[in-house]
């Protein structure tokens, strides 16, 4: 087993999770077997309690793991399955700890960071690393590991004592760092400036682990004379420094190391048995970035939701309308409207807010209204699913999205002018969405219904079984503790609310279509966790299709792509990929010219 640790310097959010994905991108698309793990240095035990505005989204694994978003990008860049246990925090190796020592496992030593601390988390990653995430049974060749936060974090300071002693336990021919820094370039000068990263490396060092690699993250390339210098004042070889600028997007990263010979690096540092030239794998990443930037037809989905002012918040989701986009050569613009700002009361408040609001909607191509909780802004949602159900605009309802039109349908169509949610309103005989019997009201981490289930398509006709390929069964991850009355059930359907998927005891209402509309669809899961570049999430591409007016013919064709949509198959000559490589690094230059 190979290790290769990514950590940061100067601050956080400098891109080491991109980094790390596309690190592990470029070894899978070599035939290596990979895993990962992300160290989140807080004491929560998990990420499922945090404010979208904390972190991020909260992203859900197969096994009801509620984990930081990183994972997300691991699974989406390297196509691979995580558990829970992929994602430690402070909180887990100290509960693993205090367990141990309430039972006894100790021997009545006194219990302290170093060594029981350190080791705790060294024995979560060996064990952890040897699990397979890619489909079979096969034990990974490498496993990536991304410390969060940045070194000289005070909570971080365990797990680099621990990886310091990890180091010696595996074998240097066995471990690598990867440190990823800053480079600024201050507009007043222009220059840019090496002094952070000399400093972030040397406290790095000062805590006993010497990076193997300097990723120097900048807004432009970096000159050759800024690469001498960290390498000089880093104890590295230049080859051993890498920039990453600011990129049009980050398919772009994995080519991007893969210019700067990385993998020729890990195969003498580590010892893989890695091809010399990586063209053949990275071939379709390469036409994913080219397309991603040559695309110039536009389609405009209106995302309607509660933590619009940090993109992070629904990240999977722009991850998954962006990887259906892609594959209908049409470039996205999401247009990000606050709830709130559709509600009557804002038109008192603030009319200006309220008809620049309702100004996005209506010239959006379609309607996405995503998942979240509690009661505010609610009636804007409400409101969004009405007027995309009732001007025929497609619309996509994700989990709460579901809830809202359900809720839209029984006000408006049912005349249930009272109809609601028992998570906003007292329980009564108009409450279309109820609470799940097992839900714990007690405590609040891990008590939803959560990870993989299976959905049943019923027999209906049904656009979503379609774009599912017409399978009987789908398994997708859910994050709920609501869900549709089943006493309302037979009413809507009888007003042209199908119910077209179920769970596998009939009792919950998974999927909802509506008859006699261009694309009117919910889910109660969350589809965007296992969508992937290549692979869109059906449910997404439905949404896309149905904005650009292509969903028809699509369908006719079988749900087949065009010749023109699709991702290159055939295998390349050698000819074909010498000329791939050089095409390749040519796109980088012109790149980073821009």
């Not at 596309?22 to 990979?34: F, M, P, Q, R």
């Not at 309690?49 to 694994?61: A, K, N, Q, R």
């Not at 389609?299 to 990240?315: C, N, P, Q, S, T």
Request: hydrophobic share 35%.
């Amino acid at each position: 087993m190979k290790y290769i640790l990514v950590t940061g310097g100067v601050i956080s959010g400098i891109g080491k999770g991109i980094i790390a994905s596309s690190v592990g991108t470029l070894l899978k698309a070599c035939g290596i077997s990979i895993t990962s793990i992300k160290i989140d240095p807080y004491l929560n035990i998990d990420a499922g309690t945090f404010s979208p505005y904390e972190h991020g989204e909260v992203f859900v694994l197969d096994d009801g793991g509620e984990v930081d978003l990183d994972l997300g990008n691991y699974e989406r860049f390297m196509d691979i399955t995580l558990r829970r246990d992929n994602n430690i925090t402070t909180g887990k190796i100290y509960q693993s700890v205090i367990s141990k020592e309430r039972k006894g496992d100790y021997l009545g030593k006194t219990v302290q960071v170093v060594p029981h601390v350190t080791d705790a988390i060294q024995e979560w990653v060996e064990r952890v690393s040897k699990i397979p995430v890619d489909g079979n049974d096969k034990e990974p060749d490498v496993c990536i590991i991304e410390l969060g936060g940045t070194i000289g974090d005070i909570e971080g300071m365990p797990f680099v004592e621990a990886f310091r002693q990890f180091q010696f336990r595996v074998k240097r021919q066995n471990f690598l760092n990867i440190h990823v820094s800053l480079v600024p370039q201050p507009k007043a000068t222009g220059e840019q400036k090496t002094k952070p990263t000399q400093a972030s490396v040397r406290e790095l060092r000062g805590l006993g682990l010497s990076p193997d690699l300097v990723v120097c993250r900048s807004s432009l390339p970096i000159h050759d004379g800024v690469r001498e210098k960290v390498s000089n004042f880093c104890h590295v070889a230049k080859e051993q420094v890498i920039c990453v600028h600011d990129c049009s997007s980050i398919y772009r990263v994995p080519l991007l190391l893969a210019e700067q010979n990385i993998l020729p690096f890990f195969k003498g540092r580590l010892g893989l048995d890695l091809p010399l030239r990586p063209g053949r794998p990275l071939s379709k990443w390469n036409e994913l970035a080219d397309r991603y930037d040559s695309n110039t037809s536009v389609v405009k989905v209106a995302m309607v939701g509660k933590y619009i002012k940090l993109e992070d918040a629904y990240i999977s989701i722009n991850k998954s309308l962006m990887h259906a986009a892609l594959v209908c050569n049409h470039r996205l613009q999401v247009k990000y409207i606050n709830s709130e700002e559709l509600e009557d009361t804002m038109r008192e408040k603030n009319p200006v807010k309220y008809h620049e609001a309702w100004q996005k909607l209506c010239g959006s191509d379609g309607v996405l209204v995503p998942g979240g909780f509690g009661s505010r802004g609610i009636e804007g949602k409400i409101k969004a699913a009405q007027w995309a159900r009732e001007n025929k605009k497609p619309y996509l309802g994700v989990c709460l999205g579901l809830q809202v039109a359900v809720i839209d349908f029984a006000r408006n169509v049912l005349d249930m002018k009272k109809a609601n949610s028992g998570e906003f309103a007292p329980q009564d005989d108009e409450t279309v969405i109820i609470e799940m019997p097992e839900h714990n009201p007690g405590d609040m981490g891990g008590t939803m219904r959560l990870g993989k289930r299976k959905t049943l398509f019923n027999k209906d006709k049904s656009v979503i079984k379609k774009l599912y390929g017409d399978v009987e069964v789908v398994e997708e991850r859910h994050r709920h503790r609501y869900e549709v009355n089943p006493s309302m059930v037979d009413k809507c359907e009888e007003k042209g609310l199908k119910f077209v998927g179920r769970s596998e005891d009939g009792k919950r209402m998974e999927i909802m279509e509506l008859r006699d509309h261009p694309y009117f669809v919910g889910v109660q899961y969350h589809p965007e966790y296992l969508s992937r570049p290549l692979k869109p999430s059906p449910p997404y591409l439905g949404l896309i299709l149905a904005s650009i007016c292509q969903l028809s013919s699509y369908i006719a064709r079988g749900c087949r792509l065009s010749p023109r949509s699709s991702f290159s198959d055939t295998e390349l000559s050698d000819t074909e990929e010498e000329m791939m490589t050089y095409q390749m690094s040519n796109a980088l230059r012109i790149n980073a010219s821009h």
